[in-house]
């Protein structure tokens, strides 16, 4: 920790998921990385994506190997055999090292099914309602990027970040030159992998005809198309089921219509969305776009300054948007007890001047962090990284009961209750009964004084 910079990612490696977030139902999935936030995009109307699917290359070779098909035996892994597999690739005209993909996608789709050792046509018709489409579609894309742990595009370091390029050309919608995501993928491989400098140079002579080849076959798939630039930009179809695959991801991948909605709220209304969950940070660009920032960032801290943790947990998420332009607001900030350590950071990160922060400051922080979580609905709050128990949080504990916090004993409790860690729930009871102790104190010396 920089001494007057407190990170809250820091802060959330510390402390086990169930110590911040109500147990969700069993249904629900936790989330097990870090959700990001993505830029708003336009979908194409769902009839107008819907009549495209049949058009993917991949899908019409899909319905045409169902055709071709018919009534046949099939291995017992339930792949077509090796004269079969020759001879529809053969017919058809089909690439055979594309043949494996599309069977594949044929089969976990419905267009085929098997039974008794052979493939016939499925319970899937094409004749379906647009909703249906769109599900098959999912579907099929599924089925190609669940692919990339077997090798679908032939190489192993873009199969490997297959997700996360996809992810980055969804966050452009102009596109990325070929060039630029092949940086980016050699990037997050040597960061990922550290390689040695023989094998990286390797990697980096072989990646730009690998790309190209990838590039060819999302293509075929439907996902990705060239601009006029001679960039690389997700289809409409690769929009629609990029998006779809990242909120199944726990990320936060909004359309247009939905942050709209909240770009002419006020502040207090759109801190309250936020800690509600029915916003998320994506919503926050929209709404300081149609504001001064000095404005914006007066009237966010005025909320702050009176409000609960959660309120002040959802103004610094917005605060951290602003830049050096809203300096001064800020600054007034310094002079108010439950904002002056927020303010004091904000300025330090901007390379603005700033007074020192303390230890007790961070843990003052990080206390109010925790407890701006018990006010978070689980939606909010689960969009957290996991975090890791472990020796420091049982030391940030300890030093707890000292800083004065009002919602200490609330967080310490909340730890107590609800942690896996046993040597962190003894802690915080330990340090529970200390805050106790120390607000009776504190209580009886004011009254004394009075």
Same mark, same amino acid.
């Not at 969700?24 to 819907?50: G, I, S, W």
């Not at 419905?110 to 769109?134: D, F, K, N």
């Not at 390797?202 to 990646?207: C, D, F, N």
């Given at each position: ?52 699917v049949p058009a993917v290359p991949l899908v019409a070779d899909a319905i045409r190997l169902t055709t071709w098909t018919g009534n046949r035996q099939v291995s017992q892994e339930g792949h077509l055999s090796e004269a079969d597999a020759a001879a529809a690739a053969d017919d058809l005209g089909l690439p055979a090292a594309r043949l494996r993909l599309i069977w594949i996608v044929a089969?976990?789709?419905?267009? !085929?099914?098997?039974? $008794?050792?052979?493939?016939?046509? $499925? ?87 690998? !790309? ?37 991801? $726990? ?25 509600? $969950? ?27 300054k009176s409000g609960t943790a959660g309120q002040r947990g959802a103004v610094g998420a917005i605060l951290e948007e602003l830049g050096p332009e809203a300096e001064a607001p800020v600054r007034e900030a310094l002079d108010h007890p439950l904002m002056r350590r927020y303010a004091a950071s904000w300025l330090h990160i901007r390379d603005l001047p700033a007074p020192t922060l303390s ?92």
């Open positions: 920790m920089a001494n007057n910079v407190f990170d809250l990612a820091e802060l959330r490696k510390l402390i086990d998921e169930q110590a911040a977030v109500p147990p969700r139902p069993p249904e629900e999935t936790p989330v097990e990385h870090e959700a990001l936030t993505f830029p708003p995009v336009l979908l194409a109307p769902d009839a107008e994506l819907a009549k495209a089969v976990n789709t419905g267009l !085929l099914q098997i039974l $008794g050792g052979r493939a016939s046509r $499925g319970p899937l018709s094409m004749q379906l309602t647009v909703e249906a489409t769109l599900e098959f579609w999912d579907g099929v894309v599924m089925d190609v990027l669940d692919r990339a742990d077997e090798g679908l595009t032939g190489s192993a370091v873009v199969d490997g970040h297959l997700a996360e390029m996809l992810a980055t050309i969804y966050s452009v919608r102009s596109g990325v030159a070929t060039a630029n995501l092949a940086r980016g993928i050699l990037q997050s491989h040597e960061v990922a992998c550290a390689p040695g400098p023989v094998e990286m140079r390797r990697i980096a002579a072989a990646l730009p005809a690998e !790309l190209l080849e990838a590039l060819s076959l999302l293509t075929y798939c439907g996902l990705v198309e060239q601009t006029p630039a001679g960039r690389t930009a997700l289809t409409p179809l690769g929009v629609w089921a990029v998006r779809r695959d990242l909120l199944r991801e $726990g990320h936060d991948a909004p359309t247009a219509a939905e942050v709209e909605v909240f770009a002419d709220l006020s502040a207090a209304e759109l801190v309250e969305a936020l800690v509600k $969950g029915s916003a998320t940070q994506s919503a926050v660009a929209g709404w300081l776009e149609r504001r001064a920032p000095e404005s914006a960032a007066r009237d966010l801290i005025e909320i702050a230890s007790d400051d961070h843990t003052w922080i990080a206390v109010d962090s925790l407890a701006a979580l018990m006010h978070l609905s689980a939606p909010a709050a689960g969009r957290l990284d996991p975090p890791e128990p472990g020796e420091d949080l049982i030391k940030l504990v300890r030093e707890m009961p000292a800083v004065g916090h009002p919602d200490t004993i609330a967080v310490l409790d909340m730890l107590a209750t609800a942690h896996d860690d046993q040597a962190v729930v003894k802690a915080a009871r330990k340090a529970a009964m200390k805050a106790r102790s120390l607000a009776h104190t504190r209580s009886r010396t004011a009254g004394q004084g009075r």
